[in-house]
């Protein structure tokens, strides 16, 4: 059963720094993973996909890394802005997984102006 | 890109009665679609995978009675929460996606409490 972590659980920084998100999941067949953004009471936001044959994507100010072997994604946010307060989600599609996506608790991320 | 539009984006109503929730794709067809749930700082779990022209699968534990699931056209599933109960209240999510290789797009999410 394919299980997804995310660390840090909460991440508080000044603005205008880096920063970088951790997720990890314990099966390593998967068809992509996905980084979201949820604002509170709200729904969630695509950021980034990475098919599993892929290494990295980037959009704007956002990298995201893939390393299926090791069960390992990682999230690098650029320059920071009070703005990119958020929960950030992580989610792999399994593959025989039946197209579900299983999900990370997420991240919360808090910039201080 | 892909748009899943969801409404309403809250309700409240009374125990005993029935609450739909629709989700829409916009501008693409959805054969399939997800239905989650969300409990506060919780993450989303999965309810059931609604399928166009035949019954959803639900997951583990979700009442099929009690949380019915429509997919009637391509670009529309509902979710209907009957005889809803004070614990029924959460935010309900749906999503859906354009094809295969594309990622996931979540609607804005219901919030439904049940008084």
């Known amino acids: 059963k394919q299980e997804v972590t995310q660390i840090p659980a909460a991440l508080s920084v000044p603005e205008g720094e880096n920063l970088v998100l951790n997720c990890s999941f314990t099966?390593?067949?998967?068809?992509?993973l996905q980084w979201f953004r949820q604002d509170p009471g709200k729904g969630l936001t695509s950021l980034l996909l990475?098919?599993?044959?892929?290494r990295e994507q980037t959009s704007g100010r956002l990298n995201a890394s893939l390393d299926k072997s090791s069960g390992r994604s990682t999230l690098y946010i650029a320059a920071s802005q009070p703005g990119d307060s958020a929960t950030y989600l992580c989610a792999v599609e399994t593959q025989g997984g039946s197209e579900k996506l299983v999900f990370g608790k997420g991240t919360k991320l808090t910039v201080n102006p | 890109g892909a748009v899943v539009s969801q409404h309403p984006s809250r309700v409240i109503c009374k125990s005993g009665t029935s609450v739909k929730i629709e989700c829409r794709s916009l501008?693409?067809?959805?054969?399939?679609m997800f239905w989650y749930r969300q409990f506060p700082k919780q993450s989303l779990m999965l309810m059931a995978t609604s399928n166009e022209g035949s019954k959803a699968t639900y997951e583990q534990g979700v009442e099929k009675d009690k949380f019915l699931i429509n997919h009637a056209s391509l670009t529309l599933s509902t979710l209907t929460v009957t005889s809803a109960h004070p614990e029924d209240s959460s935010f309900y999510i749906c999503?859906?996606?354009?094809?295969?290789?594309?990622?996931?797009?979540f609607g804005s999410g219901t919030r439904l409490t049940v008084v």
């Open positions: 999503s859906a996606r354009e094809g295969l290789f594309t990622g996931y797009t």
């Open positions: 501008d693409f067809q959805a054969t399939t």
């Open positions: 099966d390593s067949a998967i068809y992509n």
């Open positions: 990475i098919q599993s044959s892929q």
